[in-house]
């Protein structure tokens, strides 16, 4: 039975923005966490459970050789149809939530006081927001964003702003925060010490 103490701490930030870093150090700190986008990554990859539905859905074109699905081929075609994201989501959710849940219950399980959640689109979604107990929001400006993921994955700047421009807007994530990290600098010591402060209480 759930523990009515269990709180669910919904985690995101904008790409570059630092989060899976500030996860990172969360789980040092001995927090359960869950990574929606490790489990979409399960998913989509080689024997993963969505893949049969996006072989129907897509076609034999966007499975990648090595049988997992085609990431560069699927970014695009979303990007250019809309459509295309709503059809890929409407394969994904449910069995990333699904999934989320049984680690949820394995958590509560074991007697842990929350789980932080790390949800890339818990701003755009119209349900994630009201089944949290917070949200925790990695924050910096935009142009550290696209500087950082420039240098990271090797895209044009014109890439990373269509990544953006399809995301919420810092506005709108700042707007739905209980707590703000402020990562608009490159020390990770500033970072460290912000997570070891963070107090979900």
Known sequence: MQQTAFKRIGLTGGIGSGKSTFASLLVDRGFAFIDADAISRQLTGIGGAAL??????????????????????????????????????NILHPLIRAAMADKEAAFNAEGKPLVVLDIPLLVESASWPAQLDGVLVVDCSEDRQIARVMARNGWTKAEVQAVMAAQASRQERLATATWVIDNDSDDTQALKRQAQAWNPA
């Open 52 to 89: 049969s539905h996006i072989r129907q859905i897509f076609g034999e074109d966007f499975i990648a050789p090595d049988g997992s699905m085609d990431r560069s081929k699927m970014r695009a075609l979303i990007f250019a149809q809309p459509q295309a994201k709503a059809q890929l989501q």
